[in-house]
C-alpha cells in the first residue's frame, strides 16, 4: 500500500476525531436527537456546497441504490456511537471503536473476497481481551449508564465495520463528492421528523458549533473515502487506533477527562490486533 492513501486516512481520522469533541460538547446542553440531526444537516448543507463546486458525473443507478442502502446504516453507526460518546470518557468511546479494523478484515473477507488468515482471528482474541481489560472497571457486573454507552459503542464498531465494506464497494466507482452527499442528506431526512419531536431553541453559537461538526465531518469523510478508494478496506481501518492520540488530549484539555490506566491496556490488546492484520 502507497503512502498517499494512509496519509489520506489519517488526516480524515484526525478531523473525525475533532468532529466528535465538538459533538460531545454540544449534546451535554442540546437533546441527543436534534444534536444528531443538526450535524448530518449542516454536513448535508457543506457536502452539497462540496458537489456544487466539484460537479462531478451524475451518479448511476446502481450507485443510487448502493449509497442509499448505507443511510441506515450510518444513521445507526454515528447514533450509537455519538450515545455512547454522551457517557463515556471520549478516549474511551474511541478505543471501544477501535473493535472495527478486526470486524472489517472479517467482513472484508467474506463480503468482498479480500484474503483472509489466521491473523485475522488472532485479532479477534486480542480485541476481545482489550476490551473486557478496558471496561470491567466502567461495568462492575451491573448494567449501568456507562454500560449502556459501552454496549452502543460496541454496536457501533459492528455497524461501522459494515458501513466502510459497503463503502469500499462503492468508493471503487464513485466520486467521493457523491458519496459524502449521499452520507449527510439521507441521514438528515431519515432524523428530520425525529428531531422536530426534539426541538429546543438554539443560539447563533450552537448553529455555527454545529456548521462546525458538519464542515468538519464531511472534510474527514471526504479524505476516509478517497483514501478507500485505493487501498483495501482492512489494510487502512487499522489506522483507527490513532484517534486515541488525538481523543486523550482533547477530552484532556477540553472536557477534564482522564482516562483509567486500563483504558490504555485494553488499547494496547486491541491495536497488537489491528496492526497484526494491517501487515498480514
Known sequence: MSA???LRALIGIALLTLMDAVMKAQMQSQPFVLALFMRFAMGGICSLAVLAFVRPAMPTRRSVIGNSIRVP????????FFY???????AEALTLAFLAPVFVALLGGLLLKERMD?????ALAFGVAGMLVMVWPRLQGHVSGAGLGVAAALFSAVTYAF?????R???MREHPAVIVAFQNCGPALLLAIPAMLY??????????????A????VAGHLTLTSAFAKAEASRLAPLEYTALIWASLLGYFVFGEVPLYTTYMGAALIVAGAVAISRR
Do not use: C, H, K, W
Open 4 to 6: 498517499g492513501p494512509a
Open 199 to 212: 426541538f429546543a431553541p438554539m443560539t447563533a453559537g450552537d448553529l455555527l458549533t454545529y456548521l462546525a
Open 169 to 171: 464497494r462503492i468508493a
Open 214 to 217: 458538519g464542515a468538519l465531518g
Open 163 to 167: 458501513n466502510l465494506v459497503l463503502l
Open 84 to 90: 455512547s460518546l454522551s457517557v463515556l470518557p471520549l
Open 118 to 122: 489466521s491473523r485475522i482471528f488472532q
Open 73 to 80: 446504516v450510518v444513521v445507526l453507526t454515528a447514533g450509537s
